[in-house]
């Protein structure tokens, strides 16, 4: 099981760091993602890394402003939000991969995903 934490209400230029904290389980060997979905939007990729934290991959919107990370001693994966913008509000999902592959985008190859955490920015 996958929870997120971390999500909340910031002003247009602040920072929010997300947790993902896996349950009964190790995420050591799993690549791992972010998503988002804003009201009224389909669900898009924002971030994801691979199972040993040696690459990564950024949704261009957020490339620059967002970092994935992971420590896989604490079974946990982050992602860094600086420079938050009114339209990165959203609900916030982790997602697995149960491989120890690359970052991935395409939500379909992720095989299981947190409840979500809401991410509000103000103007």
């Known amino acids: 099981q996958l929870v997120e934490s971390g999500g909340g209400l910031v002003q247009a230029g602040g920072s929010l760091r997300l947790s993902c904290a896996a349950s009964g389980g190790t995420l050591s060997n799993y690549a791992m993602g972010w998503f988002r979905q804003a009201p009224g939007k389909e669900r898009e990729f924002v971030a994801a890394?691979?199972?040993?934290?040696?690459?990564?991959s950024y949704e261009v919107s957020v490339k620059g402003r967002f970092t994935i990370s992971r420590d896989n001693d604490k079974n946990t994966v982050y992602l860094q939000m600086n420079g938050l913008k009114p339209e990165d509000t959203a609900v916030y999902y982790c997602?697995?991969?149960?491989?120890?592959?690359?970052?991935?985008?395409?939500?379909?190859?992720?095989?299981?995903w947190g409840q979500g955490t809401q991410v509000t920015v103000s103007s």
């Open positions: 997602a697995a991969v149960s491989r120890p592959v690359g970052p991935t985008m395409r939500g379909a190859e992720y095989d299981y």
């Open positions: 890394i691979s199972w040993n934290g040696g690459t990564t």
